[in-house]
């Protein structure tokens, strides 16, 4: 099968084009770094061309791995392009702002997938990840040329406005609370607090280092793109802010009854020593001394 990796001299679409080569399928790459795109693609002998229409038009599946807000762009780019029942995936993060051009994809003629990779460029290949799945008009078909394209992968189906839910949650929340942490971390005496520092904050300071790899254009998405997130945000400083006033004031008992009430929450659907194991599991796997 001809492969076209739009984007594909980014991490995520180098991780997708070495995917793709290993399978044996043909690969073609255009982004708009060319000079790197003609590096990486001659790294895999595969080919670099310089528009995204002449990517598309020879592929039989085109992967789009551009910023969120550059996927209507290109769909409107390559749309006229594509040949007869031509699948074309993407791999947002965030989906709201890319559903309208992937159902053009459908009213074309071609076969839209709608994929989040539920991992980052650092796993180096998808084969035995998740992947979130969003229908775009049929979805009982298009999880399975999902499977057909990711056979080792978990394919996950999950509707739009859930996806992008969730997503406030796990990626709008936690890289927020982690860009504030490393943006903190940056003025202190980084190698002291790593060698006093016990062993919740390494583990949260490898957190925040892996959130700061991310593009800043992702990472601006992520907050700015998906139209859930301020909500879990605002939703999030309510909280800190009851919480700095009870620090403050030093009101120890209305902190405790705060804790508690979050703790027995919490359990009523995770087992926390588990996760406190895991927490040690991992940093024994880190390395016993502090460096990682």
């Known amino acids: 099968m001809r492969v076209a990796i739009i984007g594909g001299a980014g991490r995520m679409g180098r991780l997708f084009a070495r995917y793709f080569i290993q399978r044996g399928d043909e ?63 993407e791999i947002s993060s965030i989906k709201s702002p890319v559903i309208s051009a992937m159902r053009m994809v459908a009213e074309a003629g071609g076969r839209p997938l709608s994929i989040h990779p539920l991992f ?33 992968a978990s394919i996950i189906p999950v509707d739009l406005e859930r996806h992008d839910r969730i997503m406030a949650f796990a990626l709008s929340l936690t890289h927020l609370i982690n860009v504030v942490f490393a943006s903190m971390i940056a003025e202190e005496n980084i190698a002291e607090l790593k060698r006093i520092g016990g062993k919740t904050f390494r583990m949260q300071l490898l957190l925040c280092e892996s959130v700061m790899m991310e593009s ?71 390395g016993n001394d502090g460096e990682y």
């Open 120 to 152: 980052g460029p650092g796993a180096g290949d998808p084969s035995g990840e998740r992947m979130a799945l969003i229908p775009i008009s049929d979805e009982k078909y298009e999880v399975e040329l999902a499977r057909s394209i990711f056979p080792n």
């Open 216 to 286: 800043p254009d992702l990472s601006a998405a992520i907050q700015m793109n998906n139209p859930f997130a301020i909500e879990y945000l605002e939703r999030f400083a309510s909280k800190y802010d009851r919480l700095l006033k009870y620090i403050r004031g030093k009101r120890k008992g209305e902190f405790i009854k705060f804790h508690h009430e979050v703790y027995s929450a919490l359990s009523r659907h995770e087992d926390l020593s588990d996760s406190y194991r895991a927490m040690y599991r991992a940093l024994r796997a880190i």
């Open 27 to 89: 690969v073609v790459i255009s982004d708009v770094n060319w000079e790197e795109a003609v590096r990486f693609a001659g790294s895999l002998n595969a080919e670099a061309v310089q528009s995204n229409s002449e990517a598309a038009g020879s592929s039989e599946l085109i992967v789009i791995c551009t910023p969120v807000m550059d996927v209507p762009k290109v769909v409107d780019e390559i749309i006229h392009d594509l040949s007869e029942s031509a699948i074309v995936m």
